[in-house]
């Protein structure tokens, strides 16, 4: 044990990392023996052997930022709300959405003849720039004959990025998702800009092949002749985000704006990503049993147009934390050499996310004489619950989701099964002489099979979130046609929680009949799940459901 972090060496040395003399770090290369208050997970979450403490990963995060996955999730949020999601770029999944794919190019072109986009294929859970490549026609995908080997993602190529001496670049930053339930999101104040090393050109067929003009990522541009080692933070192929904005306000760019459209960016992206990471979560550590919770350091790549505005290009949940690189020093021969770089943004990335982790906080801030006193200003910045007020209004599917947890049944699982999907549109009295429970059976069969079919599990029988959300969407857009499909989807939310807080409550009321009559009977349950501890909690849903739909009834009035 040691009194200050430490990072283990190639040699396998533990040296100080930082100067934080309030953790002790164990490494546990082999497996853990002692139980800790925080655990650091090299890759993903999966240890069922924690019960208690944190775990600065969480379940589920790795599947959910998969180019896929992450395409899909934002692309529900475009359908509820076009505007706001709007930097993404539009993408199109492949092989499933090949002809959707041509279909939209070529009608775009036809409204738009000077349109001459550039696409760029992503294969699924690459990393590095592995295997992308830039087309200028969507028939080019089949000749590079990718379409039958890998998923992937297509995505409209952003052919005006900002330039600075000339070259592309991107902006890596690192983001605290502190806590889920609630919500609690921290963003690094500084960040990386990788460069490209190449002077950049809009694509062309004759340049589309240049990676180093067109791809920033470091594992690439490092292998360039270009590329430029520095011990400055401000010149060289990798500098500090702060760097570049430094050189854009003195040119008179509103760099408060810039990053305030960050930090939208960061919000609605991880909005986007809550609903199913809540349903991993619910999977891996049931309400009711021991656990840890979870935070978790996110590495989000944008990239921001020549406009400014900034694009999101991906995100990584295991973000690299190396602060040095590898120099050749002679031909074959390489040596680790710290970064000055990477080691003034990652180190306080670190020791923030240890210090806004570290269990005994409360206790120390109450003692004046706290280590913490002697550190540097924190550079994790909190933005949410911060800015909740403006955000909380796109949460719906994390709602969605919520009704779909619920009528889950068997802890563990996360697919709906057909009788769980019948007890939720029974329980939420949707089933009505235009919708009868056979129809409700068929909307199941028929969105599970293709949800499935297109999945990348195929071996799970049972409805995933995304099918129930479509449904949910499906049922929505049935009952309050003339309204855009965000109210749509929140007037049936806001009726399916009154329903099933009303029916709580009635639960509670006859619960407490029984349990007079015969007090051994304590325990039943709902919608085939655990039971909250009987308290008032179902009487207050209710009356918060009733204003809720009350308010909408006469906003729409
Ligand atoms: P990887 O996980 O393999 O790094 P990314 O999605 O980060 O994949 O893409 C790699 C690089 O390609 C990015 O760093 C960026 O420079 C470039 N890039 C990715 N998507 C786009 C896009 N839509 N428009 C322009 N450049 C892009």
Redesign the pocket.
Known sequence: TSRSCKRKMGNGKLIPLFNMPVVSFFQCPFGRRLPCDIYWHGVSFHDNEIFSGQVNKFPGMTEMVR?ITLSRAVRTMQDLFPEEYNFY?RSWILPEEFPLFVAEVRMMKESDPAWKPAF?V?PDG?????G?YLIKDPSDIRLAGNLQSRPAVV????CK?LLIDKL?F?IRLYVLLKSLEPLEIYIAKDGLSRFCTEPYQEPTLKNLHQVFM????YSLNIHSGNFIHSDSVNTGSKRTFSSILYRLSSRGVDIKKVWSDIISLVIKTIVALTPELKVYYQSDIPTGKPGPTCFQILGF?I?LMKNLKPML??VNANPSMRIEHEQELSPGVFENVPSPVDEEVKVAVIRDTLRLMDPYKKKKKDNLKSPEASLPSPCLKQVFPKYAKQFNYLRLVERVAALFIRFLGVKGTMRLGPTGFRTFVRNCKLSNSNFSMATVDILYIDITRRWNSVGMDHKESGMCLQAFVEAFFCLAQKRCKSLPLHEQVATLIDFCEYQLATLDEKRLVCSRGIMERRPALITYQPDGLHLAPAHHAPLLNRMAAANKLAGYRSHRL
Do not use: M, V, W
């Open positions: 180019k770029p760029i992503k690459g990393c590095q720039g592995d992308i995505q409209e190529y952003i990025p592309k991107d067109h791809l920033t990522n790549d990239l290009l991906e």
